[in-house]
């Protein structure tokens, strides 16, 4: 199962996991869009700045898709929304594969002129 999670990066598809245990271990990719602003006004109505929070969907989202997330978000009366396509840049915001070592990815944001990455 682990090898399976590790290569997909969910638990939809992992043989012998309960559906209880699936929907409780799911990715912000995984995440419908109401739920995503739904939580992000949640915190919203506590608090006087804006609330950042990442819209995740996925790569075949269509304009029409966007379009109703940024609305939907302007009814619940939230200050700003972020949307993120999947695939939509080169390379992923937040990403950190198998073998990558978290502490150096954390260094190398810090733009270190001698070690920057980005």
């Not at 700045?49 to 302007?74: F, H, M, R």
Request: charged share 25%.
């Amino acid at each position: 199962m682990l090898e399976k999670v590790l290569a997909t990066g969910t638990l939809r598809d992992a043989p012998g996991v309960p559906e209880r245990v699936r929907r409780l271990f799911v990715t912000a990719n995984e995440v419908d869009v109401g739920h995503h602003l739904a939580i992000q006004q949640a915190f919203q109505r506590h608090v006087d700045n804006a609330v950042s929070k990442t819209i995740n969907l996925p790569e075949d989202a269509d304009q029409d898709q966007v379009a109703c997330a940024y609305l939907e978000g302007w009814r619940l009366g939230l200050k700003g929304v972020t949307i993120y396509r999947s695939g939509a840049k080169g390379g992923q915001v937040l990403t950190l594969g198998v073998d990558e070592d978290a502490t150096a990815r954390e260094f190398f944001a810090e733009c270190d002129p001698g070690a920057c990455r980005l």
